[in-house]
Structures are given as structure tokens and as C-alpha cells.
T-cell receptor, first 110, second 113 residues
């Protein structure tokens, strides 16, 4: 069965500290993974996708098929990064639905 | 211009009532979705429609009935509302059946009392 695990419900760091939001997945097919972000009182929006290998707002994520992980990283956290972050897996065999992890709240303290 | 808009933003209603949430997208997308975010912020897909055709129908009580009058609209009707239906409901759309690049609405916070 397809599953996305985000083990940390809350991650609290100081401004300028490195950030790593963990995401592991379980999927028998070829995975396509994404990170979505939800800032306070705003809608959910796509942050980045593994196929584009891009860096958005200083965040990067590398797909590691051996460890079935797609951790989100940023070297220096900023206060405006505080938000809810969702890791999501696209399941081609199931109507192309997105399966979301439980989400991690990132709090960046000054 | 709002890409995906939902109405209402907030909905408070009594148990047993029937209510609808509307969603419209002006992106020209052909696939639309309903997601439910529960009190623990867990986000799960409920339905998806592609060109007015039902594609995904997760294990959702049949009190929930989506309706897509055209590919720009996907409404969610809920009959006999229960306390457990309280949640935030998100509409989303994509072009083609590639949900990874989904645009989400602002959500409808449904509270059943």
C-alpha cells in the first residue's frame, strides 16, 4: 500500500539554523514526490517536486530510492519559513492521486 | 484573480442537515479534486473528476456526493451531516491527471454542532 510518513509533527529551530524535514514513503511503483507548504491563513501550495531538482526559497529535496526518503532541507532557516509542510506521493496506478504525509509544523524562532 | 475558489469559507451547521460546498477554477484545468483535512491536519483525497468524469472515489460515506456540472466546477454535497464530518475541505485542480502540480483553494472549514 502507498504511504507517506513524516515522523515529526513539530520541528522548532532558531533562525539561521539548518532545517531538515523528514519524509519517507512506501510505494511499489516508480515514485514521484512533492513538498507542499501551507503558510498561516493561506492555501496549500506546491513548494517543489523531485523531478525538477530545483531549489525554491532555499529549500532542496533529494529523492533517495534506497532509503525511500525525500527529506526537505534548508541550510539557514528564516522566520518566514514557519509553516506546515506536507510531503506527498503521486500514485500513478491509483488514478494519479496524491497521498499526503501527516505534515510537519516548522517553527523558526528569532 | 483567484485560481481556485471555494464557497463558503466557513460553514457552521447542525447535525442532520444537508449542505453543499462549491468550487470553481479559472485555470482551464480539466481535473478537480476534493481533499479532507481533519483536526490533526491529516490531508486525504476524497474524490477526483476529469472532464466531469469521476476518476477517484476513496472510501467515503455515500452521504458525500460530488457533482461536476462542467470541468471548471466541482461541488461537494453532504447529506445528514455528522459531528465527525467537521473538518477543512480543500478543492484542488490540475491540468491532466498529474496531481503533483495541484492548485488548491483556500479551504472550507465545516463545523457540525
Amino acid at each position: 500500500a502507498q504511504r507517506v510518513t513524516q515522523p515529526e509533527k513539530l520541528l522548532s529551530v532558531f533562525k539561521g539554523a539548518p532545517v531538515e524535514l523528514k519524509c519517507n514513503y512506501s510505494y511499489s511503483g516508480s515514485p514521484e514526490l512533492f513538498w507542499y507548504v501551507q503558510y498561516s491563513r493561506q492555501r496549500l501550495q506546491l513548494l517543489l517536486r523531485h523531478i525538477s531538482r530545483e531549489s525554491i526559497k532555499g529549500f532542496t529535496a533529494d529523492l533517495n530510492k534506497g532509503e525511500t526518503s525525500f527529506h526537505l532541507k534548508k541550510p539557514f532557516a528564516q522566520e518566514e519559513d514557519s509553516a506546515m509542510y506536507y510531503c506527498a506521493l503521486q500514485c500513478m496506478e491509483y488514478g494519479n492521486k496524491l497521498v499526503f504525509g501527516a505534515g510537519t509544523i516548522l517553527r523558526v524562532k528569532s | 484573480d483567484t485560481a481556485v475558489s471555494q464557497t463558503p469559507k466557513y460553514l457552521v451547521t447542525q447535525m442532520g442537515n444537508d449542505k453543499s460546498i462549491k468550487c470553481e477554477q479559472n485555470l482551464g484545468h480539466d481535473t478537480m479534486y476534493w481533499y479532507k483535512q481533519d483536526s490533526k491536519k491529516f490531508l486525504k483525497i476524497m474524490f477526483s473528476y476529469n472532464n466531469k468524469e469521476l476518476i477517484i472515489n476513496e472510501t467515503v460515506p455515500n452521504r458525500f456526493s460530488p457533482k461536476s456540472p462542467d470541468k471548471a466546477h466541482l461541488n461537494l454535497h453532504i447529506n445528514s451531516l455528522e459531528l465527525g464530518d467537521s473538518a477543512v475541505y480543500f478543492c484542488a485542480s490540475t491540468q491532466g491527471q498529474a496531481p503533483g502540480e495541484a492548485f488548491f483553494g483556500q479551504g472550507t472549514r465545516l463545523t457540525v454542532v
